[in-house]
């Protein structure tokens, strides 16, 4: 009986421990099946194969083809904006590249400025002058006076004889801006 008795308390040991046992690595398994499928998650999103390049490829090209290249090539404004005489360059203007603004418009009277290079405005211009001949420039020269290396800029409601490279932001009374380049 005692035999008996041993060998049924071994079996329920044992049982127990079979049971026990498996009972408590599952949990340890579980952990690191977690861990594995977070891992295996981990994979999958940083794999570049798998579906997030596939996201952000065609984001790439679309940002490369529909929006970087005509910030950079188009649209592009002085900053300074700069008036000079006329040997100054024309084109963009930026701080390393000192070019004078030949797309200058107005934004009080919307005009575009043009430009006389080697003239100066006639003391007896005015306002009514130019909001009369603008923006023809036979009509407007009438009023000028040769003078080389100087550069005549008008709208229809402002005008400056430039000698020197000028920054537009000295010149506070001209309502005038880059228009873009
Ligand atoms: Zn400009
Ligand atoms: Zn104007």
Not at 62 to 87: D, E, I, M
Not at 107 to 136: A, G, H, Q
Request: negative net charge; proline residues 6%; charged residues 30%.
């Amino acid at each position: 009986m005692a035999d008996d008795l041993d060998e049924l308390l071994d079996e329920v040991e044992l049982r127990f421990c079979r049971d026990s046992a498996p009972s408590v690595p599952p949990k340890e398994t579980s952990k690191e099946e977690d861990d594995l499928s977070d891992l295996i998650e981990d994979i999958f999103h940083d794999d570049p194969s798998v579906s997030d390049l596939s996201k952000s490829n065609p984001g790439a090209i679309t940002n490369c083809s529909g929006h970087r290249p005509p910030s950079q090539t188009k649209g592009r404004k002085c900053c300074p904006v700069y008036l000079g005489g006329s040997s100054a360059p024309l084109g963009l203007g930026t701080n390393t590249s000192q070019r004078t603004c030949d797309q200058l418009r107005c934004t009080t009277c919307d005009f575009r400025v043009i430009t006389l290079d080697d003239y100066e405005w006639n003391k007896s211009c005015d306002y009514f002058f130019f909001r009369n001949n603008m923006p023809d420039l036979n009509k407007l020269k009438v009023k000028t006076l040769s003078r080389r290396g100087a550069r005549a800029y008008a709208c229809q409601c402002s005008w400056r004889s430039i000698q020197n490279l000028t920054d537009l932001r000295e010149e506070q009374a001209l309502r005038w801006v880059c228009g873009k380049h």
